[in-house]
């Protein structure tokens, strides 16, 4: 901004980088990690927040709050901006607020707007061969861009979702279950699979936010029944929820005496998450492939 006056009219500043005093009027950047000094402003009338969605998740709620807490002392504007980043992030959760209770108007425009304008149809076209384009030019929350699963392949995936109704299952397919149970602030998490014609199609997916132990065993054995599952994976490092379902399913819950190659027997089979995660990540690799 300073650049901007400096180059068209010979003004220069004499303040820190960071700072802009123009005819009275204060401008000042602060940076993400150090929100304490953005607490103490005095009648601010404009606070812009740029690629807000990229805040770390313990600053997301912070700087909202601190950026709100200005409404009731001098009732500036505040704008957020931003790309969108991972899903149940800051942006994320604005969009999912109810319209009658969001203080937030809010403006998507995805790279249809800028066409023709800030960038030409050829530009676009290229950037579409790039795996982020979803994310960087059309409002998709991707969570990331990881380097395990190709995009291509997960496309496809969700392609091949969509010839299938998970609501009315094949009866006489071969039905699983994979449990995730949560730990602290982790969620708990269940998906229930079928296998038909040689693919494994998933039939229900869920996690659950600090849930409570017995309502999640119950969970558990409701999905059991409703799909007729005949084998359960979950993860070992969670003994007392294993020996519950087993006991449920009328199994013996010694499973820590018994041999590992006994495990095939096994309706409810501990899967040590942490020694075998690589193999298992490797394995769900090839078949997504």
């Known amino acids: 901004m300073k650049v901007l006056f400096e180059e068209k009219l010979g003004i220069t500043f ?11 009027c204060s401008i000042e950047a602060y940076p993400s990690n150090h929100l304490d000094a953005f607490r103490s402003l005095t009648n601010p009338k404009f606070i812009l927040l740029d690629e807000a969605d990229f805040f770390r998740k313990s600053e997301q709620e912070d700087v909202r709050h601190v950026s709100e807490r200005y409404i009731a002392k001098s009732d500036p504007f505040i704008v957020m901006v931003s790309t969108p980043y991972a899903p149940d992030g800051l942006f994320d959760r604005i969009e999912k607020e109810p ?3 969001c203080i937030y108007k809010r403006i998507l425009m995805d790279y249809t707007y800028g066409l ?3 960038y030409t149809r050829e530009e676009i076209e290229k950037a579409k061969i790039s795996p982020s384009f979803e994310r960087e030019y059309n409002l998709k929350y991707l969570g990331g861009i990881g380097n395990v699963f190709h995009t291509k392949d997960i496309d496809a995936a969700i392609e091949k979702g969509k010839l299938y109704d998970p609501e009315t299952p094949n009866t006489y397919s071969q039905k699983c279950m994979g449990i995730d149970p949560a730990y602290g602030s982790s969620s708990f998490g269940i998906v229930v699979t079928q296998f038909v014609d040689g693919q494994i199609q998933v039939l229900q997916a869920e996690e659950y936010k600090r849930p409570d132990f017995n309502e999640m065993l119950q969970k558990v054995w409701d999905l059991l029944v409703k799909h007729s599952v005949q084998k359960v994976l979950i993860d070992g490092a969670n003994p007392s929820f294993i020996k519950s379902l087993k006991i449920q399913w009328g199994e013996r819950p010694d499973y820590e005496n018994k041999k590992k190659e006994l495990y095939a027997y096994m309706r409810v089979v501990p899967v040590s998450f942490s020694k075998e995660h690589k193999e298992m990540l490797s394995h769900c690799k090839m078949l997504l492939e």
Not at 14 to 24: A, F, I, P, Q
């Open 14 to 24: 004499v303040n820190k980088e960071t700072v802009l005093e123009l005819n009275g």
């Open 99 to 101: 319209e009658e209770s």
């Open 116 to 118: 023709d304008k800030i």
